[in-house]
């Protein structure tokens, strides 16, 4: 059936923040659902919170929101606005969780709007683990045992009858969050108390284990005419145990018999049927017993989902966009796959010729305190994708473009004839954790056989038998040396995916000696097409991949040609923002006549979506991968100042080997982040950085901080991040730092920087062209003081205590600063703003990036500047002035945007801010004063407002005067005061009253007793020096656990007592109303 025409306008609800669990996936599959229907002629209404993503951009949509993602403001844009239908299937758990909430509360009634996409009914049975189970009994189908508890009690109950190990599942929440698996009945206690917390209708799935058994995914489409198609079969590498957004997963499943094959395919289609999935993508996920053959099913995702994205870039066919015209009304016979021009129909089952390896990449080194055991729960923060004929190809492309050092399937670095390392080994066979796959290549090089390993992890030996034949070829490769690589063998190990690095280690040379004997042999890659129809049509979508063949289908063409390398995969530190900006480059320069070409090799972009640019290398960002691409396509010009901290380690080597690197050049980059050389030039125009020192090994580095005086930040050069960075306050701490946290040497020094206290911090982006003009993008001043890394910080853009005098000789530094660095495209700049012995406000310059950072999307947002598109068009050769892009713009009204942390995720890590990054996403809230965008961007974060009831005080000495205000301000708005007795005897002096409490070390009841009991609605704790931090550290967690809101910062608090009265009220506002008004 056509589309429908009884719907004007349609509203889509966007998944918010990054975070573990829902990442840049959904920002993907909205702007395509947003694309797909503006394309029909419907008017699209857009609300996310969330303003790193390509889909809040105006033009996505006729009115994007930048709202908080809750019912009762989606309530007040469905007033505004008008919807006729609702598309709750493209934003993750967030959206569907926020459409029925819409439902249970009456407003899509009251407003007579039509949930579209997936039916109440559908989530409900889908999303509801009890309604589900009965579901596939009803069809058939078995569900491993298990029933729903709604207390300890009843979970308790259950699990006598499943056995240990047991799984517990929550209902309705993110990536497993709150789930685990239990050997014993005090984890069973622990877990479940946290899962049914953490559960929006308090309850979980207490189930019989199915530890080690396989795992699959089947990607289906179903229209309403009971078309169905399977896109992608999926198979984990990790068995059965591990989240499968942390498992290692492959595409096409690759251990199936065609037997097994259709039935779990009939299986799924099955699903959809009787859950009612009628106009949309779903994924299905099976467990299946190796031992008996026994198929059960495990969950389904009634929407579009982490795995559709991923089936979505391994096939080609694009899920989201599908689902979002079947939602209309569409069956899939009426639509074209783009990908073949329209010479298939979307109803035609995509059957790929290569195959498709997806890695996870963790984060652990940003949580030392956490636990990196892989369970149910998901950790991972971010993926990377790989494509090759064959799976030793796909696999050891995809762990070099993992970034974690890795060259291939390297060594752990264990001594393989020491016996506790072999018993280490065991373990990490036995008990996955992030580096697994590596621990599994170093069993075989013991001597285990594949039986061995699989005896212990489980992974199904055919895997096993891939890894193991690359181990000897490692082997082979060692004991020959490089003389014995001829042309046959060369291209036998391409073959199977050895990078030149890897290669070069293990025959004692360089990666450019291979690089040479590899091309004096004529073994290049060639690059294939993705096509979604195994080649059996042509297709004029250049979408490619490497591998070791005969025929090349690249076909490139000669016209002018800009490159943009990509972010590579998501991680703490380096996020959608630098998606953001790749996107906005491909866009602009595509609009100005350039054909752009993308590399890049993370699956849940935007940035490798096939039409954002004109040819699309799904490539890991090595030296050797972007080479080989450059010298096919010869671009013009190279963009590396987009991609965050990814492409611009390659600048230098890629500007050596001869590549047009455009925008500022890899010696101003280098030059801003070598430290001794920056001095220099900050000495020569006369600015004022805070006292430091380089110190190349731990007794300088003892002297030289005396020299300075404490506290002091200290950090090893070249990181992005902040990480391994910290405050220290004593020699102590320093002593400890440097025998612990770095090696300190020549070649990596440590940086020691004087801390400055209290001082506020502030951000300036700029764009600069080839003539040396500047145009401030934007201000921000940060709400957190210095010394929580600026990534971690809210800001406000204007900013709001700033005086005109200080704002003005910022905008002067920065200048001076971009001509001096002779930037051409973007550069942020980072200062600290500390008040002087009379009062008067001295700058201090922190550091420069002549590069994108990560405030660029939300200052675009801000200010309605697309700062990326001009930058990019600065650096191919425009001026501002030819874009009219002159004079910055200050709003009239306030943006803030607050920070997204992971640690409910991280059991045992310390949610103290600090000068090392830790949060993985953003929000954005805007308000005509400062208190009252604060108060949305809290709202957007999920950071509830403390109900009236004892609010607890406890601060460091030098905060003391600091905290009177907060104090004075809780009591005026009805809070009581409880406090330690340091902090409480200060309060009492100024005349308020307070309850004293215990600190945990003087006895109980302490303060983690009255957190455990309820009795503490709001925290405000600032410490300094390991040992208080140590100290404290019980207070931070409880309060997470129980969420209780709390403050670990004197200005954060202020701030956030000061926007309570207006949470939840005023009007809300669309970006293209306020970008109206700055035009006006």
Excluded at 532 to 560: G, I, Q, V
Excluded at 732 to 754: C, E, G, I, M, T
Aim: hydrophobic share 40%.
């Amino acid at each position: 059936m056509p589309k429908r025409t009884d719907l004007k306008t349609i509203l889509i609800i966007g998944a918010g923040p990054i975070v573990i669990g829902q990442a840049c996936e959904f920002d993907y599959s909205g702007a395509q659902a947003c694309k797909a229907l503006r394309d029909e002629g419907y008017r699209v209404v857009l609300v996310n919170s969330n303003p790193a993503t390509i889909m809040t951009d105006p033009e996505m949509a006729d009115a994007v929101y930048i709202e908080p993602i809750n019912w009762q403001t989606v309530e007040k844009i469905i007033a505004k606005e008008k919807p006729d239908a609702l598309l709750p299937t493209m934003g993750g758990q967030t959206a569907l969780n926020c459409a029925l909430d819409l439902a249970d509360n009456g407003v899509l009634e009251k407003y007579n709007v039509e949930l579209i996409g997936a039916k109440r009914d559908a989530i409900r049975m889908a999303e509801d683990r009890e309604l589900f189970r009965v579901a596939m009994g009803e069809i058939g189908l078995e569900c491993p045992s298990a029933a729903v508890a709604h207390t300890l009690e009843e979970a308790i109950d259950i699990q006598t009858r499943v056995g240990y190990p047991t799984i517990i599942r929550p209902s309705f929440t993110l990536g497993g969050s709150g789930g685990g698996i239990a050997y014993n009945r005090e984890e069973l206690v622990d877990i479940v108390t946290r899962g049914l917390e953490l559960s929006p209708t308090t309850e979980v799935l207490v189930e019989e284990s199915v530890l080690g058994w396989k795992e699959f995914e089947m990607e289906v489409v179903r229209d309403t005419a009971d078309n169905c198609i399977i896109v992608c079969s999926i198979e984990n590498l990790d068995p059965m145990g591990v989240h499968t957004g942390d498992s290692i997963t492959v595409a096409p499943a690759q251990t199936l018999t065609d037997k097994e094959y259709q039935r779990l395919r009939d299986a799924s289609i099955a699903v959809l049927r009787k859950i009612g999935v009628d106009t949309g993508g779903s994924n299905v996920q099976f467990g299946i017993s190796p031992t008996t053959g026994r198929v059960v099913v495990i969950e389904m995702n009634p929407r579009v989902s982490r795995s559709s994205a991923l089936a979505s870039k391994a096939t080609g066919f694009p899920i989201a966009k599908v689902a979002a015209k079947l939602a209309v009304g569409y069956t899939l016979d009426e639509l074209k796959n783009e990908i073949t021009g329209g010479l298939t129909p979307a109803s035609f089952e995509p059957s790929i010729d290569y195959v498709v390896t997806k890695i996870p990449r963790f984060a652990f080194e940003k949580f030392p305190a956490a636990d990196a055991r892989l369970t149910t729960q998901m950790k991972s923060v971010g993926e990377v994708m790989a494509m090759g004929r064959t799976f030793q190809e796909s696999l050891q492309k995809a762990l070099r473009g993992l970034e974690t050092g890795k060259i291939g399937l390297d060594p752990t670095g264990l001594d393989l004839s020491n016996e506790d390392d072999i018993t280490t080994i065991k373990r990490e066979l036995k008990a996955p954790g992030p580096e697994r796959l590596f621990f599994v290549g170093d069993a075989f090089r013991a001597g285990f056989s594949v039986e061995d390993v699989f005896a212990l992890s489980h992974i199904d030996p055919w895997f096993l038998d891939q890894i193991e034949e690359i181990i000897q070829a490692e082997a082979e490769v060692a004991a020959d040396g490089i003389d014995a690589l001829d042309a046959v063998r060369l291209r036998k190990l391409k073959r199977a995916g050895f990078s030149d690095a890897r290669l070069a280690e293990l025959t004692g040379t360089n990666e450019a000696a291979v690089r040479a004997l590899r091309r004096a042999h004529k073994v290049r890659p060639v690059y294939k097409r993705v096509d979604s129809c195994a080649a059996e049509f042509a297709t004029s979508t250049a979408y490619l991949y490497s591998t070791y063949e005969d025929e090349c289908e690249a076909a490139p063409s000669n016209r002018d040609k800009i490159m943009i390398l990509g972010g590579g995969p998501n991680r703490i530190g380096q996020g959608i923002e630098f998606d953001y900006c790749c996107v906005h480059a491909a866009l602009a320069l595509r609009d100005d006549g350039f054909e752009t070409i993308m590399v890049n090799c993370n699956p849940e972009t935007v940035s490798t979506d096939y039409d954002t640019s004109d040819r699309l290398y799904f490539e890991p960002l090595t030296l050797e991968d972007v080479l080989e691409i450059v010298e096919l396509e010869q671009p013009k010009g190279v963009i590396v100042q987009y991609g965050g901290q990814t492409p611009l380690k390659l600048a230098r080597a890629l500007e050596a080997n001869g590549v047009p690197v455009i925008g500022t050049s890899p010696d101003s980059i280098d030059l801003a982040e070598d430290r001794e050389r920056f001095q220099q030039l900050v000495d020569k125009l006369g600015l004022k950085q805070p006292p430091n020192r380089i110190a190349r090994n731990d007794q300088e580095a003892l002297l030289l901080a005396r020299e300075i005086g404490y506290p002091l930040v200290v950090r090893p050069s070249y990181v992005l991040g902040g990480r391994a960075m910290e405050i220290v306050y004593g020699e102590s701490d320093l002593a400890r730092y440097v025998r612990d946290a770095v090696k300190v040497s020549n070649d990596s020094p440590v940086l020691l920087d004087r801390f400055l206290d209290n001082a506020v911090e502030v951000d300036v982006d700029i764009i600069a062209d080839k003539d040396g003009n500047v145009l401030i993008g934007g201000v921000m001043e940060h709400i957190e003081e210095a010394g929580v890394h600026s990534g971690d910080s809210s800001c406000s853009l204007p900013p709001y205590s700033l005086s005109a005098e200080t704002q003005a000789e910022l905008r002067r530094q920065v200048v001076e600063l971009a001509k001096a660095l002779n930037v051409v495209g973007l550069m942020n700049t980072q200062f600290a703003i500390q008040a002087g012995e009379n009062g008067e406000d001295i700058v201090y310059l922190l550091e420069v990036n002549p590069r994108a950072s990560r405030t660029v999307p939300f200052v675009s947002k801000a200010t309605g500047m697309p700062l990326a598109k001009i930058a990019a068009r600065c650096m191919a050769g425009k001026t501002l002035a030819e874009q009219g892009a002159t004079k910055e713009i200050v709003p009239g009204y306030y943006s803030v945007k607050e920070a997204i942390f992971p640690f409910a995720k991280f059991q045992g890590v310390d949610p103290i801010l600090g000068p090392e990054m830790r949060s993985t996403g953003e929000v954005m809230g805007v308000g005509r004063s400062f208190s009252a965008a604060f108060a949305r961007a809290q709202e957007a974060g999920g950071i509830k407002a403390p109900p009236l009831g004892k609010a607890f005080v406890s601060v460091r000495d030098p905060d003391k005067k600091r905290v009177l205000p907060v104090a004075k301000a809780l009591v005026e708005r009805g809070y009581t005061l409880v406090a330690t007795r340091g902090t409480g005897a200060w309060l009492q002096e100024h005349g308020m009253t307070c309850e004293i409490v215990n600190k945990v070390v003087e006895g109980r009841p302490h303060i983690v007793d009255s957190i455990k009991n309820g009795e503490i609605v709001y925290i405000v704790n600032t410490t300094e020096g390991r040992a208080a931090i140590n100290d404290s550290f019980s207070i931070r967690r409880e309060a997470l656990q129980h969420r209780v809101t709390y403050s670990t910062t004197i200005a954060g608090a202020m701030a956030l007592v000061q926007s309570l009265e207006f949470r939840g009220t005023g009007p809300v506002w669309s970006l293209q109303e306020l970008h109206k008004e700055l035009n006006a």
